[in-house]
């Protein structure tokens, strides 16, 4: 067993396990960086639409209106450029996997539907970044938003919105519902949306939003021509609140309500929810499954005017950790896995390989990295008299520079996996990233040096004054001889994480400091990071593109980063962290492709040569795919702007003969589904 990783390594030097960015791939099922908007999406009426055999069926019962009725006047289309293997057809199950409980169907107010895909799935939003990684020249993507314009002084930006279209009860949609989510979600301060009033504020200004009619509005901003605000248009940030079934319990529409009950709405198992999204939760069974059909009123089509998605059903098996959905795959229960757990690759590799594989595996760059954080925030979520002198400590550079030469990065990429899918990393972006530069990062400031971390430790007053083998805090400070704890969580679902944490807790015990990893379940992980309860958290970092995803590399706004979020009282940036304060502000005006990767790069510098982060390991990004699904593409990155497979379902297919068939065809909402719910009555 101990032999299977470096046959492998041996492979992979050997091009006989392809990387998706390798040219061995076959150029016309390749997509990265080959089309123009046109060839991805547009808007119009058809000749004619064909819907699936299920609803033609609810049409004949008098149970759903005709197709041509439940579409926009205009529907998106979906463009043959982004299908390698063309129109499918109708029918169906995608077989999928989630580790994390959905905590609430609310998704505007910061709360999962579970991740891993489900919370795509129910979700639509004014933009899409996810097609981006396939244009010649990326840029946002229309998505309920079929057009803008921005005025000529770039104060304002007209979106119109596309018309017609109805959420899954039959409820139109219009601009009511995005200046619903806009005002009473993201811009309410009462409410923890996953981007707050401060991501919408320019020159120190809150941008407003304004109906124009039903599908027009207009964004008004106190400054030129903010393009990053379409970064905060697209999936999570502004997806869509039905202000039909909410306003039943906000404050601001029922004095009756509180925002207690507003956060407390739209619970796990009260189905079926109301959605834009290609597919409609019915049954969920917590611990063991959920449950989605497609969305009759769904508002996209093909070319060909099949309305999407193709696939009947979803079925979710929900799990404890991330590496069910490998094993879900490998025993032909599943359809596919973001291979994130370099722990596994051994295994997906060899199944892989069998000559009787029912799915296809690749790997990209050096995406994925795993980073310890530590708490910047001097006030918020320091609860004790030690919670306060540790965040003192975390914002000193010696402090940070003696827990990095602690860290042993070159045993922990072994540990996870030996070989060329796996490498020390310092922190930053990705390597893998359009914006990283390896001149850039000083690795030798950082390297494993557990003496040179003594070393530090003890010129700030440390020392074992009780001879248990770890150091006591020195005197002047609130906690003068009681042992140096540092407690650092995790989450279930990212095993890799764990198994860093774990190494992690040995590593810093060598040096002296008492490390203690907490296992948490993803919603009490996530409670935690929001109220800043914690000193140290291990996670994974997917995003590459930290000129789209700016808060997870700083201080993008209040809210961000995860690890020095601004408390009622503000929050006290450290000299280096104004200064990519300030880059990230100029990244929100800011055009020239050139200028901004400067700017990103200076941003990377700074990150690195203060230890903004602790980089542990990177690994690549790896895609495995059921053969019997068609449209995926053979470069899919993982993640790339957005989600790669997260974005697929509603345009994947599987060929007639190979479709898994469906089970809850009898669970497909009608308007009777709908009458007896709280919010309707």
Excluded: C
């Excluded at 119009?44 to 819907?51: F, H, I, R, V």
């Excluded at 892989?352 to 690749?362: C, E, I, K």
């Excluded at 601004?566 to 929100?588: C, D, S, V, W």
């Excluded at 899919?636 to 379902?649: A, I, N, Q, S, V």
Aim: charge should be negative; aromatic fraction near 12%; charged fraction near 20%.
């Amino acid at each position: 067993m101990q032999r299977k990783p470096l046959l492998i390594a041996a492979l992979l030097l050997s091009g006989l396990l392809v990387l998706s960015s390798g040219l061995a791939q076959e150029a016309s099922r390749n997509l990265r960086g080959s089309l123009q908007l046109d060839d991805i999406v547009g808007y119009g009426a058809l000749p004619s639409y064909t819907e699936a055999p299920e609803l033609a069926a609810l049409v004949e019962q008098g149970l759903l209106p005709p197709v041509e009725e439940r579409l926009p006047v205009e529907p998106r289309i979906v463009k043959r450029g982004q299908m390698v293997d063309g129109t499918g057809v109708h029918g169906g199950v995608w077989r999928d996997t989630f580790a994390v409980p959905t905590e609430s169907w609310n998704w505007g107010a910061g709360q999962t539907q579970g991740w891993f895909g489900v919370n795509e799935m129910v979700q639509a939003w004014l933009v899409d970044l996810f097609p981006m990684w396939m244009m010649e020249e990326p840029e946002p993507v229309p998505h309920l938003a079929k057009s803008w314009e921005w005025s000529d002084d770039g104060m304002h930006l007209t979106m119109h919105l596309i018309e017609g279209a109805r959420w899954s009860d039959g409820h139109p949609f219009t601009a009511d519902d995005v200046l619903f989510t806009f005002e009473h979600y993201i811009m309410d301060p009462s409410v923890p949306s996953w981007a707050g009033p401060s991501a919408w504020t320019f020159d120190g200004e809150p941008a407003t939003l304004v109906k124009l009619d039903d599908y027009t509005i207009r964004f008004e901003f106190p400054a030129a021509f903010p393009v990053a605000a379409f970064n905060r248009m697209g999936y999570l940030q502004f997806s869509i609140m039905p202000k039909h079934v909410f306003s039943a319990y906000h404050p601001a529409f029922n004095p009756q309500s509180s925002y207690t009950d507003l956060l407390t709405s739209a619970a796990p198992q009260d189905l079926p929810i109301v959605t834009m999204g290609a597919f409609i939760p019915v049954v969920y069974r917590p611990g063991e499954q959920l449950i989605l059909v497609r969305n009759p009123y769904y508002w996209q089509v093909d070319e060909d005017g099949n309305q999407l998605p193709y696939h009947s059903e979803v079925w979710y098996a929900e799990a404890t950790s991330g590496e069910q959905r490998t094993f879900n795959l490998i025993g032909d229960t599943g359809d596919r896995d973001n291979v994130e757990n370099p722990q596994i690759f051994s295994m997906m590799f060899e199944a892989s390989q069998a000559p009787d594989s029912h799915f296809s595996l690749s790997f990209e760059g050096f995406r994925i990295g795993y980073r310890m954080i530590v708490n910047f925030a001097e006030e918020f979520g320091a609860n004790t008299a030690r919670e306060r002198a540790l965040r003192t400590m975390f914002r000193t550079l010696e402090f940070r520079q003696a827990l990095s030469h602690a860290i042993d990065r070159d045993g922990l990429a072994t540990a996870a996996f030996p070989g060329p899918l796996t490498q020390a990393w310092y922190g930053g972006y990705p390597s893998g990233s359009p914006m990283y530069n390896a001149d850039l990062v000083d690795t030798e400031a950082q390297r494993y040096d557990p003496e040179l971390a003594r070393e530090l430790l003890a010129g700030l007053g440390f020392a074992d004054t009780d001879g248990d083998g770890i150091l006591n805090w020195p005197a002047g400070t609130e906690v003068a001889g009681t042992n140096l704890i540092i407690e650092v969580i995790t989450t279930e679902d990212q095993q890799a994480a764990v198994e860093a944490g774990q190494a992690l807790v040995t590593l810093m015990r060598d040096v002296g400091i008492d490390m203690r990893l907490r296992v948490l379940t993803g919603p009490t992980f996530n409670s935690l990071i929001n109220a800043g309860d914690f000193d140290a958290v291990i996670a994974r970092v997917d995003q590459p593109t930290p000129d789209i995803q700016m808060g997870v590399y700083g201080p993008a706004s209040l809210e961000e980063p995860a690890w020095h979020r601004a408390g009622p009282g503000g929050r006290n940036l450290l000299p280096f962290e104004q200064r990519i304060e300030e880059i990230l502000t100029a990244m929100r005006f800011e055009t020239d492709a050139e200028r901004r990767t400067e700017l990103m790069q200076e941003a990377l510098q700074l990150h690195t040569d203060n230890i903004y982060t602790l980089g542990l390991y990177e690994a690549r990004g790896g895609l495995a795919v059921h053969n019997r699904l068609r449209n995926v593409p053979d470069d899919l990155p993982t993640y790339m702007y957005e989600w790669g497979m997260e974005h697929m379902p509603w345009i994947a297919f599987t060929a007639t003969e190979e479709q898994v068939a469906p089970r809850f065809l009898d669970r497909i909402p009608t308007d009777e589904a709908y009458q007896n719910r709280a919010w309707n009555r």
